[in-house]
């Protein structure tokens, strides 16, 4: 073979190899380019499944102090110079129905005004002794002199059975509604309704007034 055979081949030898070596470095810089995309795309969805998984905890976490009756979800204001005394309810006696009132239900069949309004079995004095029996006036708002009057509304249907109570109106925080629904819903079936002599479904609100003395 001829010198200057031997020198072509010879450089087509080292540049094929050098060729060879240049796709190499550009794999390997594809690969570790594709490598850290997917740990960034990685990091950003763990980062965004925190971010949800902390805003589902703070929002649980505002709910339960909600329905708990947590004191700062209320209104009530506490009175330094009734801190520690010790706390009743008081009950106050049904109004009489509205004559003048129409006596009509709604669409679920309940009505807001009747003949004879429910009743629980002996008056307004077994009521007051019920909840004096029954009811534990909370710990925080004897601590902070909170009192207040907590509206307690209900269904009385036509056996005398309470359903659906709920808090209406201003909520006053302190453990005060908690304990009010807790005695409500403990309650014996109450006297229902009456209208042109027959037992209606009859809405009523109970006013639950918790004082300090």
Excluded: H
């Amino acid at each position: 073979m001829k010198r200057k055979d031997l020198f072509s081949l010879f450089g087509a030898a080292i540049l094929l190899g050098t060729t060879v070596i240049s796709c190499n470095n550009n794999d390997t810089t594809d690969t570790t380019s594709t490598t850290d995309t997917a740990a960034a795309v990685t990091t950003t969805a763990d980062t965004s499944r925190m971010m949800a998984d902390t805003g589902k905890m703070s929002t649980d976490t505002m709910m339960n102090k909600m329905n708990t009756g947590d004191n700062k979800a209320g209104m009530a204001k506490p009175n330094p110079a009734k801190k520690g005394m010790k706390g009743k309810v008081a009950i106050s006696e049904a109004p009489a129905p509205k004559s003048t009132a129409k006596m009509e239900a709604d669409n679920t069949g309940v009505y807001s005004n009747v003949e004879i309004i429910p009743s629980f079995p002996g008056g307004y004095k077994g009521l007051q002794k019920f909840f004096d029996d029954n009811l534990e006036y909370p710990a925080e708002a004897t601590n902070e002199g909170v009192e207040g009057t907590v509206n307690v509304t209900f269904v009385v249907d036509e056996t005398g059975k309470l359903t659906s109570p709920k808090v209406s109106g201003e909520k006053l925080g302190y453990g005060l509604e908690a304990e009010a629904l807790r005695v409500v819903n403990k309650m014996p079936t109450w006297n229902p309704g009456k209208l042109k002599g027959k037992n209606v479904k009859t809405s009523f609100t109970l006013p639950v007034r918790f004082v300090l003395y």
